[in-house]
């Protein structure tokens, strides 16, 4: 079922993440970084959807991996200046605290980062500029894609006791791995449903661990 890109969806979005008991991680020893599931009017359906980005093949990191718009937090930034910088500077969008519908658990990596998920509405026209150094591709992803029953896809770890995450997307006719893939499914248990669903323990595949 399609969802409709309107008040009704953000106030539910909101109230579902305020009442969420987000968790955080200390991250001691962690380099910290930031993300956006930014809820958008897809381009063509009107329907409400999300933005996700396959990285530029020339990246020295996850170079061709699909990932949310964000990295890094610099110096002196909080978490949110650090995903809505990497917003404008990934994708040509800006959008403000205000436009900020809550935040998601953080997520640790298995290459030492403390990720944050942060949900933003995007509610205007938005002409998108990727910056192709970047983003090699940017897809508008329906949010009835995260309903299907195969999400969580998950197989044995390489490390004894834990299990591998994806999430198959239909509209892309690709599987999007951990983290990524958890932070969505989050998104989707969380946000959309108001369902307290933890995603901490879900492990990365070997060639996301870099």
Request: aromatic share 8%; hydrophobic share 45%; charged share 25%.
């Amino acid at each position: 079922m399609a969802y409709d890109f309107d008040a009704g969806l953000r106030a539910r979005i909101t109230d579902n993440l305020a009442a969420h008991d987000r968790r955080e991680i200390a991250g001691a020893g962690m380099r910290h970084a930031a993300v956006a599931i930014v809820v958008t009017e897809h381009d063509e359906t009107r329907e409400a959807s999300f933005w996700l980005t396959r990285r530029a093949a020339k990246l020295r990191r996850h170079s061709g991996q699909f990932a949310l718009p964000g990295g890094r937090v610099d110096e002196g930034e909080t978490d949110l200046e650090a995903a809505l910088r990497e917003l404008q500077e990934e994708m040509g969008v800006v959008l403000g605290p205000d436009d900020v519908l809550g935040t998601l658990d953080d997520f640790a990596t298995r290459s030492g980062f403390r990720i944050t998920p942060f949900v933003l509405w995007a509610g205007g026209d938005f002409a998108l500029a990727p910056d192709p150094s970047e983003v090699a591709r940017v897809f508008h992803v329906p949010l009835s894609d995260l309903d299907s029953p195969d999400i969580p896809h998950l197989v044995a770890s390489d490390t004894p006791g834990r299990q591998v995450m994806s999430a198959p997307l239909a509209s892309m006719g690709h599987q999007i791995y951990a983290p990524t893939a958890a932070m969505i499914y989050q998104f989707r248990e969380a946000g959309l449903h108001g369902r307290a669903t933890r995603v901490a323990h879900f492990d990365q595949p070997m060639f996301a661990r870099q």
